[in-house]
């Protein structure tokens, strides 16, 4: 092992490393050397002298996010074997395939790579840093997934410029790592995507919806459809294939509800069963008819992205899920979500259930949703299970 810098916790803080959880917070540490900087890899150790691993040092909250709790070195070996398990279990879960090459081939602490994220799209992979560890790894991990056998990826597209701490000073640029573009079409469960990696939320895509619009195709049926928050159009697009009767986009943003347009035109050219509409959500369900539509989706931004922001978000939590109650057709089903971590999954549906008893309607749980396997939640880390959902049928 490389002779890395050591940072000593305080005595009885080694306790959660020993459980496997993945972080180390400031206040546990007793002592720091004094020449570290951001994005060092450092050794842990307990006030004892044990060795408690690895990991990645920043300023901060967390300021260790551990790689390993053995003294190994971190080099281009570590990450190629972590890339390497991580495509394997893509394999196993049958992710790879011609009619989808859409996926998360690395999920941060799911995936042994705390601070790092990739999306995989065709021969693009778009890496997403969330530490100044990850950000100083970019060239090794780029290189590394060009590498991967029977892979294929020949594009890295590095996009960090709005995860990265700022105060770290990094100054981060979007760019191409390796090769360039080729094209930003996509396939998911046999759909083509436009992907906006370049300018897009997230890395482009929100990947982790991709088995509950597959769940949504099932109900689509004959039903009058309502997206709200559509982003680039995912469930509208699986609610078309559905034979849903119509199908409603809804965005705030209009180039969100012109990229939606362009999925739909994508896979349904010509198809006057779809139309989109550039508007607030609260507006819109405040203004639509009531019984216009048999099926709704709400899948909002995260409405609480720190524990601060709980208390509002539960009002918009409650206040959006209100408004589809009242005004869903009898007999309907709301698609439900929240992607905020800081809420919990009894947080959300405890504002669900208000909301429900609010509108006085009888409403049952049909599914209890969450992220895919694709984002993997290491269980010694519950913090990494972020996306809740839930399938109610209205009566």
């Known amino acids: 092992m490389q002779n890395y810098k050591t940072i000593t916790l305080k005595r009885g803080k080694e306790e959660s490393l020993l459980r496997f959880h993945p972080w180390v917070f400031s206040g546990a540490i007793a002592d720091l050397p004094k020449d570290i900087e951001e994005g060092d890899i450092v050794k ?140 930003n079409i996509a396939v998911e469960n046999g759909l083509k995507f436009n992907i906006d990696w370049l300018k897009g939320q997230k890395t482009g895509f929100f990947v982790d919806q991709r088995d509950n619009r597959a769940l949504l195709q099932h109900y689509s049926n004959g039903a009058r459809v309502l ?57 819109y369900l405040a203004d639509m008819p009531d019984g216009a539509y048999d099926l709704i989706i709400l899948d909002p931004p995260a409405f609480a992205k720190h524990r601060s922001a709980i208390k509002n978000a539960m009002i918009g939590y409650r206040r959006i899920n209100a408004a589809a109650f009242r005004k869903i057709a009898p007999g309907g089903v709301l698609f439900t979500f929240s992607c905020s971590q800081a809420i919990s999954r009894e947080q959300f549906r405890l504002a669900v259930f208000t909301a429900a008893a609010q509108s006085g309607r009888k409403v049952r749980i049909l599914h209890q949703l969450t992220q895919p396997a694709d984002h993997p939640v290491n269980i010694y880390h519950p913090e990494g299970e972020y996306l809740k959902g839930l399938v109610l049928a209205v009566e």
């Not at 943003?253 to 779809?274: C, G, M, Q, W, Y």
Request: with cysteine; proline share 4%; net charge negative.
């Open 44 to 183: 842990v150790v307990a006030s004892d002298g044990r060795s408690l691993g690895v990991g990645h040092y920043e300023i901060g909250s967390i300021a260790v996010r551990m790689l390993s709790t053995d003294e190994i070195s971190i080099d281009d070996s570590f990450f190629a074997d972590r890339l390497s398990q991580a495509w394997a279990l893509r394999e196993r879960l049958g992710l790879i395939r011609p009619d989808n090459t859409t996926f998360r081939l690395v999920h941060g602490e799911g995936d042994f790579l705390p601070g790092c994220v990739v999306d995989v799209y065709g021969n693009t992979a778009v890496l997403q840093a969330h530490s100044p560890g990850m950000h100083y790894a970019r060239h090794i991990i780029a290189k590394t997934l060009t590498e991967l056998p029977g892979a294929g990826i020949k594009n890295v597209y590095y996009k960090s410029e709005t995860t990265l701490p700022y105060k770290a000073r990094l100054d981060p640029v979007n760019d191409y790592i390796i090769g360039g573009f080729e094209t």
């Open 227 to 283: 997206n709200m928050f559509c982003y680039t159009g995912g469930f509208s697009v699986y609610a078309m294939r559905g034979g849903a009767k119509l199908v409603h986009s809804v965005d705030s943003s209009a180039k969100a509800v012109a990229l939606t347009d362009a999925n739909i035109e994508l896979n349904f050219p010509s198809d006057t069963r779809h139309k989109s509409y550039a508007q607030d959500a609260f507006k």
